[in-house]
């Protein structure tokens, strides 16, 4: 095939020019000049991944490029040595990049994004693995217009995918005021061999989740082809250089259509130059399912758009956010008391107000369902706030009484209706929750004098609720659950989901785990009848272990619930945060993914990220959910809370008021969160021992940790 011979001719000129880079980079900075991407710990990923030498210096490099163009470039022309060109080219072309990173540059300017740091691909953990997002995308090149590049990104996004855009397409995209960016989950990586970043992330995936160890080029290659959904659209005119690249991709299980006229590889390298026709067999050929629901509103809905914010100055109209009242109530509902698909507004519509106005709004979903339970009401109302979020031009924020939400003059201007909203909920509930929900009926309040009436059911069912969430903990229950929901990623790794113990992503609660169950009942939430207890002080049970081993591969035999240091929780990789063990101070620290900056144990958060995933104990280190810092059963056999030295200035605001409850519970005192060091004290170990003497940090006196 021609493809062939344009690999091999695009893996030399890519190798050459990586080659005539490396060296002037080597003659102007020195052999001995660090090579690295920006807050990762897998160093230069394609090399880490299919190789695994330790890149630090630029000194590194040429032995590296040299072994790979003698052992991967070979000119008999096929498929297979067309593959290994490939490789060969995300090898040079990961080199070429990193070099653009030298001495700390950051060569990107918004809205490129270049290289993607650890923590966005581990942020995007759980809508991967839960079907969010369905799949990846990948578009190289230049659409025939703008308008047709704006219209193929819509048909991505409406279908929830995660999107990666290299060369012209970004500008052409931009022109039509296409939103870009990590917060829409469509990253515009640059130009040319910026392409790359696309093919880091998806090795850092295998690194980071999948607990495949560097140099597993071949695990590392069946992970690609089995786990990581993705497929190319190249548009345009095709060069050796991307035709190389392409055939790379296609090495990793990655399927490409092109808009060109090519000879075709069946099934991998296939020509589909109707733009309407292609996410369609795009998604056929890498086997992507999606299911689609039509929702009948004028804007698209879509997980793209969670991230979206709606500034005051872009609000047609706006509800909540202590400006005026606002609240939303799931309630279940006997099978006479509701209708079926009825949404009514009470009260002014989006047509009898004017541009910047502020409404009340109630917000009241009644749901039956003969599998629905009244315990599910909380979990199902916590979807409204993705659910609306998701359409573009709606911005929804907090819960309950406290709802925010804003409507976009975009929106406004798309013909938007309030109704709207209730046609958004009652499509998601309906196809997100088959099981528990078979009927919806929504009501929306803009009334004063309606909202006021009826917030005052919604806050006893609040009330009622928080009572009952209270009396909910580890003891109460004979049943704890199981999520192995990132097993689609991290095979080994199990969460136990406890009253007491949010999954690790933060996402999964005990009453989330358990409506899961009672959706799929064969899911990846399943129940585990706690049975003996093996050790109460650090969280045993027999059960509970012989569910590890079986799920975990027989990875695992053992695993303590309430503790850091004995057999600990694994972590797969998509963790809200990460403790870790400081000897020095007796104590622990706590980082987040938000959080960029050094820590007192010598780490940045991606740095211990990638010492701790993939389904392993690491016991003195681990990944938590936030909330589980303020839980009763928060390493209760290490401590406690009074273990914590550490954490950073958000966290702490963050968790604040219920620290403090909890703080005063274990007996550390209202002050005690203000004796634990921040980033203001210092990010090293020396700056904050002191700070922690001279206020008498509990850990300090604490029995040794080790
Ligand atoms: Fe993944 Fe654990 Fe969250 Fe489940 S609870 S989605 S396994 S991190
Ligand atoms: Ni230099
Ligand atoms: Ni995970």
Redesign the pocket.
Known sequence: SALFKAAYEGAVIATSYAQILLEKAIKDHGADTPVKYPDTAYRLPVITALSGEEVNVLGDLPPILNRIRTSHLREELTFDNAKMAGEATHYAADIIEALRYLHGARPESPPWTGFLPDPILRKF??PL??NTIPGVAVIIGKARSSKEAAKLIKSLQSKGMMIFLVNEIIEQLLEENVKLGIDYIAFPLGNFTQAIHAVNFAYRAGLAFGGIKPGQRQQQLDYQARRVLAFVLALGELDEVRVAAELGAIGMGFPVITDQVVEEIPDWFVSEPDYDKMVKLALELRGIKIKIVDIPVPITVGPAFEGETIRRADTYLEFGGGKTTAFELVRMVGPDDIEDGKITVIGPEITDVKEGDRLPLGIMVNIYGRKMQEDFEGVLERRIHYFVNYGEGLWHVAQRDLAWVRIGKNAAAAGLKIRDIGEILIAKFKSDYPAIVDRVQVTIYTDQAKVDENIKIAREKYAARDARLKGLTDESVDTFYS?????SF?PN???I?TPER???????SWLD?KASNEITPTG??QPIAKGTCLDEVKGMWQNVNEYLYNNSHHTLEEVNLYTLLDRPMTS?G??EAIMAILPEANGIMITTREFGGDTPCGMSFSTLAGSVGGGLQSPGFM?I?RRYIVSNKFIPADGGLGRIVWMPKELKEYLRADFIEQAKKQGLGEDFLDKIADESIGTAIDEVLPFLEEKGHPALTMDPLM
């Open positions: 953990g759980v693995v839960d999520c192995i929901l990132c097993q991290a790794h199990v969460c989901v949010v999954g690790l992503c933060g996402a999964v785990a990846p939430n797969c998509c963790f990944g959910g």
